[in-house]
C-alpha cells in the first residue's frame, strides 16, 4: 500500500501490538499509520503511529485531541497520565457493540435522540446503568 500514490495513510484497528509495530516499521515514511482503536491509541503513538480515529473523541473530544497533542509535543508523562484516565471511558465504548454505547451516550448526555436503527438494539439495562455510572464519573451527565 505504501507504493500506490493515492494511499496516504491507513487506519490499524488489529488490537495486535506486533503487527502493528510491524506495519508502522514497513510504512516508514511513506504512510501514515493511524490508530483505529481508542485503548491502543498511546501505544500505536508511541510506536510512530500519527493519531487516532476514535469512539471516545465522540464523548469526550477534548481529552482524546490533548492525549494526541500531548505525545505529538513529546510531553510523554501527560500523555501518560490522559491515557490511563480515558481508560474506563474507553471501556464503556465498548459494553455492546459499536456504535451503540456511543449513540446512548451521546443521548444521556443531551447531545441527540436515542434514536437506533436496525440491527442496533438499545443497550441492556445492566449496560445503561454501568454507563450512566461511567458518564457520572466523568461528570458528563
Sequence with gaps: LAEIPNIVAIKEASGNL????EIIAGA???LDVISGDDFLTFPMMACGAKGVISV???IMPREVKALVAAV???RWEEARK???ELLPLHQAMFLESNPVP???AAAMMGKCGEVLRLPLSP???GNREKL????RKYRLI
Design 102 to 104: 456511543v449513540k446512548t
Design 18 to 21: 506486533t503487527q502493528i509495530s
Design 72 to 74: 505529538n509535543e513529546g
Design 82 to 84: 490522559l491515557h490511563l
Design 56 to 58: 471516545t473523541a465522540n
Design 123 to 125: 443497550l441492556s439495562a
Design 28 to 30: 516508514g515514511d511513506k
Design 132 to 135: 450512566s455510572q461511567i458518564l
